[in-house]
């Protein structure tokens, strides 16, 4: 345990995790819609924080803008709702400041996928030991119904008057390309599966990726509710190896067509449990602190460098 | 020729080793006790393209780059462009390190050049030049030199060596910096270089009379550029994350930090863009690590967002902007003030920000340290101005001017025996944003200390930073926030010494207002002025904001009339004095600068001759007067 931060590490201490702790009682309740799919987020998520063992204290976490964003109200933690799309930013930098905290980043679909997407595709590259959850409602919603990077080709609204004539986004090809070591879909419908791989997801070492799909049942009324959908690890109409990028590949693009053919696949659909997260790949090259930066400040022995030592190149 | 000062350019091209062997040559001379000067030209280009360096070395205190020079080193260009039907607009650059220096080469100056690789046939009117002017000429085929005892990239030793002849100094303190940097083959073939190209020119006869000055340090000297100071001041304060994007001439204080950091037990990290930049430094300092990011224009521009959120989410940052000239991309490489008041004001709604502007490579470093000082105490983001002026200039700066304490304090942050006793709202969360801090400033907890959960949100939000938009709490807020910028102002006022600079003496008729990098350059012309009759006085400003009202007022107050100096041409530092204090609209007319060059001591000298003495319009004017409210 951590003598600066005692919070971290609580858990492995023996002490109990209530999901009831995750419930602020400042704001116990959502403002989203009746029938929001964003409330199986935030159920999932305080039924997986149990299982992994960490505390309120010990949790960060970071989201962007939108009802997505709105998420850390609802949900007891140390928390940042910061700006549209740059919630991975910021968490990412938050691990590397202090490894011990558990550090999960969550946002909308436009968010993660639209104006966070350079985020997205370096957040992955670089693999972080972190959790982010992508609400898909294949819509903007808090601004009143906008086509989003999800929404289907085709997608009507104000802002797409005619029919959107872009394609949508590939969202769990695009963390593969880009070097996510977990990615998975579920769906609001589905709160056991969700749980599970929203747990798989925090306690796997790397950047962990969910697309969560959660229907808007008031700007995306057209939308499927996501029934009924299929746990592609379930069914024996798909068999392909986790771990095999090929397949997985194959497997994310059958997937993403086939959401907009009414067919909602959901599951794990890529794992790589050997891939460096980026802390320990800096750390192997010395760029990185063995021990937690945050902690050196609150250590009144440390000894810290000065410039004054720096000038030899100088004289 | 005055022999208390010697003023050597070397000219070339982009990618020549030019700015190295600038950096050898200084340190060369700050080592025999001169005190040194940089000023860098260079293009936006990595191979070709003209370059230079300015090396201003003398017995007493320099803080500029002088007006004009007295010695030309011109080398070849390796990879210039020359179209031989002479249609470019860009002309023949391979003559380049010749033409483009000639025009701002003093009476009796010495001209050194590369026969092997610059024909002076090609140069327009050069021996009547030669003639009118009195230069010194002295043609060496430094090529073959280098060629003939090691390699012709050698040609840059040869031709410090020529110049080490010519100005009557020995190679052992250039053998002595070859062998810091070098080693084996390479040190023994640069000696010989180095050796026979001075003993070659030697034997030559000498017609100028210009030698190198002879000075003594009191204390030890170190030679560093605003970057460095910027850094090292980050250092010393504890900061120990940094988050960026290469963009010139920020890149310099960036490259610095990345060279530090791992060996010291931080991390610097290089990131997709300026939005991540900031963010990280954002989320670093939220977790309690001391961090820090920055750009130019640019990139800046990108972080106006993250910046917002900093303010209000009350998370201490410090950004670097160094400056060049705009808009857009503008000139990559050259030195532009047209940033203030997009850093002042950029980011939707009120602004809610510290900026300090340094004045010079020492200030820099002062003004880095108050930075981190101010940014942690107040949970502000404080952004430090430089340009590429700074930035990149050397200066000799007395080492014991480092010699002092690290400060890693976080600031206002609580333990968690502090938590504990802290106000807490009734279900449990701490009170983060507290509405009643008489100084604004309400500790923060570190994510991962028990109990000291809270929500930091860019939306306005209750003491616990639960989003909240009723009118008194909107008002509490704001209010506080807005308390913290009195609170510093009065701190930055308490404190033994000031981030202004006066100069001249204190009942002086006339002043002249600056701020930041072109501080040099008008202290020089106030000692002009003075020497010339004249009463003049300066104050140069760093504080930005909060804006130093009090100090500026009683120079203002002081002085019949004033001179402001910028380099930009819409005035933005007397815009921002005028709508800080509301008056002397009158007193105040403008001195301005955008050529893409700073300010020399001569064009101050000729604009306060200009505007106070209505003297006569300069021939060669690249400055512009903008005249006082009513003139």
């Known amino acids: 345990m951590s003598k600066s931060f005692s919070a971290i590490g609580q858990a492995e201490q023996g002490e109990e995790i209530d999901r009831e702790a995750f419930t602020p009682g400042i704001e116990p309740q959502a403002t989203w819609c009746p029938g929001c799919g964003d409330f199986s987020v935030l159920k999932a998520l305080k039924g997986a924080m149990p299982e992994v063992g960490r505390t309120p204290d010990e949790t960060l976490l970071v989201t962007g803008i939108g009802c997505s964003g709105k998420l850390n109200s609802y949900f007891e933690s140390y928390a940042m709702h910061s700006i549209h799309g740059r919630s991975l930013p910021i968490a990412r930098a938050a691990k590397l400041a202090n490894p011990g905290l558990e550090v999960i980043a969550a946002g909308g679909d436009g968010d993660g996928y639209g104006i966070g997407g350079n985020h997205f595709m370096h957040t992955a590259r670089e693999n972080h030991d972190m959790t982010y959850i992508v609400f898909n409602n294949e819509i903007f919603g808090l601004t009143k119904g906008q086509t989003s990077p999800t929404s289907p080709k085709g997608h009507e609204s104000k802002t797409q008057p005619h029919g959107s004539a872009k394609d949508p986004i590939r969202p769990l090809s695009l963390a593969l390309t880009s070097g996510a070591s977990y990615v998975a879909r579920t769906a609001a419908v589905n709160p056991r599966q969700a749980t599970e791989i929203l747990t798989e997801a925090i306690e796997h070492d790397g950047f962990a990726h969910v697309d969560f799909l959660t229907q808007c049942p008031t700007w995306n009324k057209d939308a499927k509710q996501y029934v009924p959908y299929t746990d592609v690890q379930d069914s024996d109409d798909f068999d392909f190896d986790v771990h095999d990028r090929q397949e997985a590949a194959e497997m994310m693009h059958e997937t993403e067509d086939k959401l907009y053919e009414g067919e909602v696949l959901t599951g794990r659909f890529y794992i790589d449990e050997d891939r460096r997260s980026y802390g320990e790949e800096k750390r192997s090259t010395g760029e990185m602190p063995e021990e937690p930066l945050a902690e050196r400040y609150f250590d009144e022995e440390a000894d810290w460098e000065r410039s004054y030592d720096l000038l030899d190149a100088h004289k | ?511 002249i207002m600056v701020w930041g990098s072109q501080q040099g350059s008008v202290e020089e012309a106030v000692d002009r002025l003075n020497e010339q009759g004249e009463s003049v006085k300066m104050l140069g400003v760093s504080d930005m904001m909060p804006y130093p009202k009090a100090d500026v007022t009683e120079f203002l107050e002081s002085v019949d009339e004033c001179l402001v100096v910028e380099m930009n041409i819409t005035a933005q530092f007397r815009g921002l004095t005028q709508k800080e204090l509301g008056r002397f609209g009158e007193k105040m007319s403008s001195l301005l600068k955008y050529n893409g060059n700073p300010f020399e001591p001569a064009e101050v000298v000729e604009g306060f001759d200009i505007q106070v003495n209505g003297g006569d319009e300069p021939p060669t004017a690249q400055t512009r007067i903008e005249p006082a409210a009513g003139d």
């Open chain 2, 1 to 511: 020729m005055t022999g208390d000062e010697l003023i050597w350019r070397i000219a070339g091209g982009s990618g020549d080793g030019i700015d190295s062997t600038s950096q050898n040559f200084t340190k060369a001379l700050m080592r025999t006790g001169l005190d040194v000067f940089t000023h860098r030209h260079y293009p936006s280009r990595i191979r070709g393209g003209h370059t230079y360096v300015e090396v201003r070395a003398a017995d007493h205190a320099v803080k500029s780059r002088g007006d004009g020079y007295d010695f030309l080193l011109a080398l070849g260009d390796s990879f210039a462009r020359n179209p031989q039907d002479g249609e470019a607009y860009y002309g023949n650059e391979e003559v380049k390190p010749l033409t483009e220096n000639l025009d701002e080469l003093r009476e009796g100056g010495v001209i050194v050049y590369d026969e092997g690789l610059l024909d002076t046939d090609e140069v327009e009117d050069f021996d009547e030049r030669v003639e009118e002017n009195d230069w010194h000429v002295y043609p060496l085929d430094l090529r073959s030199l280098a060629r003939e005892h090691g390699r012709e990239i050698m040609r840059n030793t040869a031709g410090v060596a020529a110049t080490a002849a010519l100005i009557d100094m020995d190679t052992g303190i250039f053998e002595e910096l070859m062998a810091d940097t070098m080693s084996g083959e390479m040190l023994e073939t640069n000696v010989e270089v180095l050796e026979e190209a001075h003993a070659a020119v030697s034997e030559m006869e000498f017609t100028h009379d210009l030698e190198v000055p002879t000075g003594s340090h009191d204390e030890e000297q170190v030679l560093l550029n605003g970057s460095h100071a910027v850094a090292y001041g980050a250092i010393d304060e504890g900061c120990r994350f940094i988050a960026g994007y290469p963009m010139t001439p920020w890149t310099d204080v960036f490259t610095i930090m990345t060279q530090h950091l791992p060996s010291i037990g931080g991390i610097s990290e290089q990131v997709e863009d300026e939005i991540a930049a900031a963010s990280l430094a954002i989320g670093a300092s939220h977790a309690g690590v001391k961090a820090m990011s920055g750009s130019s224009g640019g990139g800046f521009a990108l972080m106006s967002e993250p910046l917002g959120l900093a303010e209000m989410t009350e998370t201490p940052l410090v950004l670097v902007e160094a400056m060049r000239a705009g808009p857009s991309t503008g000139m990559p490489t050259k030195p532009e003030q047209g940033d203030l008041e997009h850093i002042l004001y950029t980011s939707q709604g009120d602004s809610n920000r510290v900026v300090f502007a340094p004045g010079t490579v020492a200030e820099a470093y002062e003004q880095s340290r108050e930075a981190f000082r101010v940014a942690y105490e107040y949970q502000i983001p404080v952004v430090i101005v430089i340009d590429q002026k700074l930035s990149g200039e050397l200066a000799s700066v007395p080492a014991s001017h480092f010699d002092r304490e690290p400060n890693p304090d976080l600031g206002s942050v609580l333990s968690e025996e502090e938590i504990q006793e802290a106000p807490h709202h009734a279900s449990g969360t701490f009170n983060r944003f507290r509405h009643d801090p008489e100084d604004g400033v309400s500790p923060r907890s570190i994510p991962g200390q028990k109990d000291g959960r809270f929500l930091a949100t860019g939306n306005e939000h209750t003491p616990q930073g639960h989003i909240e938009e009723s009118p008194d709490n909107r008002v509490a807020q704001v209010d506080r926030r807005t308390r913290k910028l009195e609170s510093i102002r009065s701190d930055l006022d308490e404190q033994d010494h000031s981030n202004q600079t006066y100069y001249g003496p204190e009942d002086a008729e006339h002043g």
